[in-house]
């Protein structure tokens, strides 16, 4: 019975995977295969694990440990809504997933999976950003802790939206890379996003500069000159620095909010303007707004939605992956081959606190492929005060040595899968990547890039 639903599921136009309880793949017709996963027709897929899902906001989905909750409930079916990955490609479908026995005994699980993507109007989520959202925001903002993973999901939502976006954070986490991202995936991409730094400018200069001035405005206006608000029509603002503003661009910024007009120095005529505001600070503003420093008012208009960028202190694990990305950005520039960072170094930028942030971790690269005669950044190549701290901290070295552990092997995993090399851990990182999981198998191999069975063996091997 099963050959003959095998040779008769294979020209369906719907994709149909059979598994076992594990998800090592028994059948996988065609249309699954190559329009689904986007395998060529000679490219084999063995475990269903080997494909990456996510729910329509975005987050990974666990299908192993749905299956066991499945199993374990008593359940014979579940269905859901997932965003396939096939390469750069993204698909939107429909699981509906039913066990099955054999006349043998053996437990199987027939997979349905409907391609809906064509009716992503039907379903609450974006059509405008579904399809690349993920896969643009993973390639502007570089990260696995799940702090970036809900900016990504903030972003996504932002981008849905009309309002005006508010982005906090310290000096050097991103902010601007989060107003790239915002505007690329808004139905505005198609038009300018024009960026001011309202920190450079003295109030005479920025008000010239944010709403243009008419010829003969005053002393060296010798021609119109269309401000940042008209440049941005249609498009995106992004006003960075937004706590530096004086008072009096503050009253006239919150009237082009309400009002969607500015008008040029030296004239009165109104001009339409249809811009989203995205602006950004390294200011507590509700602390500038109790000095009377910024207006209370105008707070409330910038910030209608908020997104907090984390310090990179706080994100301590996306720190190889990080050092990974700004390497290969250097090689790239400088014609090197560097290949990546000692396992000291490795732990030693862990431990440093990083009070630039990602802005100091690429100069801290930058500075090292200055110093670098071979092909791996040695401990001796960074700067100066990452070394010292090492040396007189050694209280937050202890602390920290759990996540070093699983640091070094993450940057290790990396690397190996660059050179197609065997994954190499000791018992040592093996533990502490375990602990860092809480002793979860399928969230150890996951992070580790194995199967739970290859993790197993490893387990069994050094008596864990």
């Known amino acids: 019975m099963f050959t003959d639903f095998k040779s008769l599921a294979r020209s369906l136009p719907c994709g149909l995977v059979i598994t076992d309880k594990e998800l090592n793949i028994e059948f996988i017709n065609d249309f699954a295969a190559q329009q689904i996963f986007s395998l060529s027709a000679d490219k084999k897929s063995t475990n269903l694990k080997e494909h990456t899902f996510y729910t329509t906001d975005m987050r990974r989905f666990d299908m192993d440990n749905c299956m066991r909750s499945m199993v374990d409930s008593g359940k014979r079916t579940f269905h859901k809504t997932l965003v396939v990955k096939g390469g750069k490609q993204e698909k939107l479908v429909y699981f509906s997933v039913n066990a099955l026995r054999e006349n043998k005994g053996k437990e199987l699980y027939l997979f349905n999976i409907t391609d809906i993507s064509d009716e992503m109007d039907c379903i609450t989520h974006s059509p405008g950003t579904f399809g690349r959202s993920e896969y643009t925001l993973r390639k502007k903002i570089i990260g696995n802790d799940q702090k970036i993973l809900d900016i990504y999901r903030m972003i996504s939502l932002a981008a849905d939206s009309e309002v005006n976006v508010l982005i906090q954070g310290e000096s050097g986490t991103g902010k601007e890379l989060v107003a790239d991202a915002i505007h690329e995936l808004s139905h505005r991409k198609n038009n300018p996003i024009i960026k001011v730094n309202c920190a450079a400018f003295p109030e005479t200069l920025l008000e010239s500069e944010l709403f243009g001035h008419v010829k003969g405005a005053f002393t060296g206006a010798y021609k119109d000159k269309p401000g940042k608000f008209e440049l941005a029509n249609g498009g995106t603002i992004f006003l960075d620095e937004i706590g530096e503003i004086s008072q009096t661009i503050q009253v006239k910024l919150l009237r082009v909010i309400q009002e969607k007009t500015i008008e040029r120095i030296g004239d009165n005529k109104p001009i339409k303007v249809d811009m989203r505001i995205v602006s950004a600070t390294n200011k507590n503003l509700r602390e500038q707004i109790k000095k009377d420093l ?59 606190p990083w009070p630039g942030n990602i802005r100091e971790l690429q100069n801290a690269i930058e500075h090292a492929f200055v110093l670098v005669s071979g092909n791996i950044i040695e401990l001796q190549d960074l700067p100066r005060e990452i070394i010292e701290n090492n040396h007189s901290d050694t209280s937050s070295a202890r602390q920290a040595s759990g996540q070093n552990l699983a640091a070094s092997v993450y940057y290790a995993e990396i690397f190996r899968h660059k050179k197609g090399g ?8 093996l533990m502490g990547v375990l602990e860092m999981h809480d002793f979860n198998q399928s969230k150890t191999a996951e992070f580790l890039g194995i199967s739970r069975v290859a993790l197993w063996k490893k387990m069994k091997k050094m008596g864990i």
Do not use: C
């Not at 560097?338 to 440093?352: C, F, Q």
């Not at 065997?422 to 990182?429: G, M, T």
């Open 294 to 352: 910024f207006r209370e008012d105008l707070f409330y208009r910038l910030n209608v939605f908020n997104i907090e960028m984390p310090p990179l202190r706080e994100r301590h694990l996306d720190i190889p992956m990080l050092s990974d990305f700004f390497i290969e950005k250097f090689n790239d520039s400088t014609g090197r081959a560097v290949k990546g960072l000692s396992r000291e170094a490795v732990k030693v930028m862990m431990e440093y």
């Open 422 to 429: 065997r994954l190499k851990i000791s018992k040592e990182q």
